[in-house]
C-alpha cells in the first residue's frame, strides 16, 4: 500500500468507511460533521462548488494508523526508531500521479474548509512542507496555512527545523512544496520529531518499505510525494509577515493572532479528480499525529532509567501532547519519578505525566484513574516543577515567556506496603467463556464502529 487510494479501498474493503453523500459547503458544514463523527473515517462525495471528493479521518484511528502500516502496537515504537535512526532516501522520479494536472495558481478553486465560527479564513491543516537548504538538509513538517488571496498563505512557523531553515536563507525567498492527499505512513513520519539534518521523507520511506517516489519541483530543488492527491510549488517570504490565527489548535481553543511569514504559491499539480484530504483542527486525527510520533522518544528515555517500560501513551483527552501515561516495572520506589523527570526531558512539551505499574493498561483510562484513586498519596507521590518551560500552546501557561508548572504523578504500589492490597481482581476464564465473548465481541465491535 504506498498512497492515500489504496488506503482507502482497504477502508471500504473493511467496511470503515463512511460515505457522505448530501452535498456540503466547505464553510463550516464540512468541519461541523467532522466534529459530530470524529474518530471516523468519511468520504464526503459532494462538496459544494467543487468536482472532486474530500476525505477526513485517515489518522484519527490508533488501531487504523497501525493497520495501514502493518504493524501491531507493541512493535511500533521500534519500528518508529528505526526509521528515524536509519532512512532510505526516496528514489526521485519524472513524473507521478499528481502531475496529470498542472496549473497556474487560483487557490480559491481547491476546497479548502473553513472550520469553526472565528476562523479568519480557510485554512489547509493537513499539508505537510518540505523545504531544503543549499546543502541539502531536508525537512518535511506539518503547517497551518490561511489561504489570504489566489496566491498567497500564511503559515504558522514555530522555532523548530522549517524556522532554522528559512532563517538561514538571511531573509531570501525559500522554496517549499506544499502536499496533500497522503498515505498514513507518510503523515506520520511528518510529524515526528526527528534529528535535524534527518529527511522525514527519509523516515517515510523506510516505513513504506522503499514504496515512497518524489518528483522534483519545477522551479527548484525541492520535493514532494509524487502519488499525492495535491501539490503547490511555492517560495515562502521569511521577512513578509502577516496577521494569522486566530486558530483552533491541540489544545482545543483558540491560539493567539501573530506575525507570521507568507507563502507565494507559483504553480500547482494534482490529480485529475483529485480527492482532498482535511484535517479537523482540536480533533482527534490532529491530536493523534502530534502525540503518537513522540511516544518512541519518551519510551526511550524511559527505558535509560528502568529495565522495562510496557507502554507510553499521550492521550487523546490531554489532547495527544500535554499528557502521558507510561506503564513501567520498577525496581525501587524512586524509579517512577526519576522516569518522571526522563519524560519531561524527552519531551519538553508535557504537562503531566503519570507512572503506572505493568498490570495498568496504559491506554485504558478508567484503569489509569484507578490506579491513581487508590495508589497515589497526594503528599509523598507528587513530583511539581514550577516557571518551567512549557508549550506556547498551553492556554493556561504565561504563552509571551511559555513558562508555566508541570506536574508528576507517582501511581505506582510502594514496595513499602503489602502487593494484595493494590492488586486488580480477576475472574478465571473457561474455553467456553472465552468462545461466548469472543462470538459476543465481534458483534459489540460491529455496532460500536461509528462512535469509535
Known amino acids: 500500500m504506498s498512497d492515500l487510494r489504496d488506503f482507502l479501498r482497504d477502508l ?32 464526503f462525495k459532494r462538496v459544494s462548488g467543487f468536482a472532486g471528493k474530500m476525505f477526513a479521518g485517515a489518522c484519527s484511528s490508533r488501531k487504523r494508523i497501525l493497520s495501514a502500516m502493518g504493524v501491531s ?8 526508531l528505526d526509521a528515524i535512526k536509519n532512512p532510505h532516501t526516496p528514489k ?65 512557523i514555530v522555532p523548530r527545523h522549517l524556522h532554522r531553515i528559512a532563517t538561514d536563507t538571511g531573509g531570501k525567498p525559500l522554496a517549499v512544496s506544499i502536499s496533500l492527499g497522503l498515505h498514513p505512513a507518510v503523515l506520520l513520519a511528518a510529524s515526528c520529531s526527528a534529528p535535524y539534518g534527518v529527511s522525514e521523507f527519509g523516515i517515510a520511506n523506510s516505513l513504506m518499505g522503499g514504496g515512497l517516489e518524489l518528483i522534483e519541483c ?41 506575525r507570521q511569514p507568507v507563502v507565494e504559491v507559483v504553480r500547482v499539480l494534482h490529480r485529475r479528480d483529485y480527492v482532498y484530504q482535511a484535517l479537523l483542527p482540536g480533533g482527534l486525527e490532529h491530536r493523534i499525529l502530534m502525540g503518537m510520533p513522540k511516544e518512541p522518544k519518551i519510551f526511550e528515555f524511559a527505558s535509560n532509567v528502568v529495565p522495562r517500560v510496557k507502554a507510553v501513551n499521550l492521550t487523546p483527552g490531554g489532547c495527544g501532547y500535554f499528557h502521558a501515561i507510561v506503564s513501567i516495572e520498577k525496581q525501587n520506589d524512586g524509579d517512577a519519578k526519576n522516569v518522571i523527570m526522563a519524560c519531561f526531558s ?30 497515589v498519596r497526594g503528599d509523598e ?44 481482581p480477576k475472574v478465571p476464564m473457561s474455553d467456553q467463556a472465552k468462545r461466548t465473548l469472543a462470538s459476543v465481541g465481534r458483534l459489540v465491535e460491529r455496532t460500536d464502529l461509528s462512535r469509535r
Not at 467532522?34 to 473515517?41: I, P, R, S, W
Not at 488571496?149 to 500564511?154: I, Q
Not at 504523578?409 to 486488580?424: G, M, W, Y
Open 92 to 156: 526521485t522520479v519524472s513524473d507521478g500521479p499528481v502531475s496529470e494536472m498542472v496549473e497556474k495558481p487560483n487557490l480559491h478553486k481547491i476546497p479548502v474548509l473553513t472550520h469553526f465560527e472565528r476562523d479568519p479564513g480557510p485554512y489547509f491543516t493537513s499539508a505537510i512542507v518540505a523545504a531544503r537548504t543549499h546543502d541539502g538538509v531536508e525537512n518535511v513538517s506539518f503547517h497551518r496555512l490561511l489561504v489570504l488571496d489566489e496566491k498567497r498563505l500564511a503559515i504558522r
Open 346 to 375: 524527552a519531551d519538553p512539551s508535557l504537562k503531566h505525566v503519570v507512572v503506572v505499574d505493568t498490570d495498568i493498561d496504559a491506554f485504558n483510562l478508567d484503569q489509569v484513574e484507578w490506579a491513581i484513586a487508590t495508589r
Open 12 to 43: 471500504e474493503a473493511s467496511g470503515e468507511l463512511l460515505e457522505i453523500k448530501d452535498e456540503l459547503s466547505p464553510r463550516f458544514e464540512i468541519s461541523s460533521i467532522m466534529k459530530e463523527l470524529d474518530g471516523n473515517a468519511l468520504l
Open 73 to 80: 502496537n507493541d512493535s511500533l515504537y521500534s519500528r518508529l
Open 218 to 258: 519545477e522551479h527548484s530543488e525541492v520535493y514532494a510525494p509524487a502519488d499525492s492527491e495535491l501539490v503547490l510549488e511555492g517560495w515562502l517570504h521569511p521577512e513578509t509577515l502577516v496577521d494569522e490565527g486566530p486558530f483552533v489548535d491541540i489544545s482545543g481553543t483558540y491560539d493567539v493572532v501573530r
Open 381 to 424: 507521590d507528587l513530583l511539581v516543577v514550577s516557571n518551567t518551560r512549557v508549550s506556547s500552546l498551553d492556554p493556561a501557561s504565561d504563552q509571551s515567556l511559555q513558562t508555566g508548572c508541570k506536574v508528576g504523578v507517582d501511581a505506582t504500589v510502594p514496595f513499602t506496603k503489602p502487593r494484595e492490597k493494590f492488586e486488580l
